[in-house]
């Protein structure tokens, strides 16, 4: 198992792990996202089983110690199943989460005292990196499911949001929306809701300059107008849902 680093915007690298099993012949990315600062943070944790490959290619960014805050889209085994062994691999890391994760789950299952994260809430982590915390429940799924927007850079790591099949380059200006829209018809992943749209929207309203994805390349681009194109993709879906019931 091999995880490769690229620089997707300034001091904000994807850690991108291709396993050719899942949905194949397309295959599917986990991706983690570090962003450097005077207290660095890493977005999603990745597997249990992805960690060793997760933490080799951490220390070929930085000490995994310097490590200061953990955080993550909502609790899912991809996305912070490794959450305790980086704990013990950074001793000073802090896990981070919004109000639901923490106190449903993050209270319990983390090894050390998670930090509440307020919606809209910023982290200075040092070195010109602001990190917000936006919560977006159910959206497109889990309860407690959040994005972080770093706002140097206007990069939004937004989780399982354009989730799509393929081992396609680091960072692209290509469509994401296609993609995506094929990964929901594939996966049917997200939790249609009447709110589902708004929330997306309200991210697009940040205007992006970067999409850090979980699952699927990096997006560099008008940022708004895919996000737009995705909430108009579940409306669509929600439309249709609705005339079914």
Avoid at 102 to 114: E, I, K, Q, T
Avoid at 139 to 167: I, N, Y
Avoid at 202 to 227: E, I, S, V
Wanted: charged residues 20%; negative net charge.
């Amino acid at each position: 198992m091999e995880t490769r680093i690229d620089e997707i915007a300034d001091g904000i690298y994807r850690l991108s792990t291709f396993v050719p099993d899942i949905a194949p012949p397309a295959g599917f990315t986990f991706n983690q996202f570090l962003v450097l600062g005077d207290e660095p943070l890493m977005f999603h944790t990745g597997l249990r089983r992805m960690f060793s490959s997760n933490l080799d290619a951490v220390r070929r960014l930085i000490a995994p110690e310097r490590l200061r805050w953990i955080s993550f889209g909502h609790f899912e085994a991809d996305e912070c199943g490794s959450l305790n062994e980086w704990l013990a691999a950074a001793p000073q890391a802090t896990p981070a989460h919004g109000q639901t994760g923490v106190g449903v789950s993050l209270n319990d299952f983390a090894d050390r005292p998670p930090r509440v994260l307020g919606d809209g809430e910023v982290v200075d982590i040092g070195a010109g990196k602001r990190v917000r915390f936006i919560d977006t429940p159910h959206t497109p799924h889990g309860w407690d499911a959040g994005v972080l927007f770093e706002e140097s850079t206007q990069t939004l790591m937004c989780g399982d949001l354009f989730t799509q099949v393929g081992d396609g380059p680091a960072l692209t200006g290509g469509d994401v929306v296609g993609p995506a829209i094929a990964g929901e018809d594939l996966f049917r992943y997200s939790a249609l809701n009447p709110e589902m749209s708004a929330t997306i929207r309200r991210l697009a309203r940040l205007a992006p300059r970067t999409l850090a994805l979980m699952h699927g390349p990096a997006f560099a681009g008008d940022g708004a107008a895919a996000l737009n194109a995705l909430a108009d993709d579940y409306d669509r879906r929600t439309r249709i849902a609705r005339l079914a019931a």
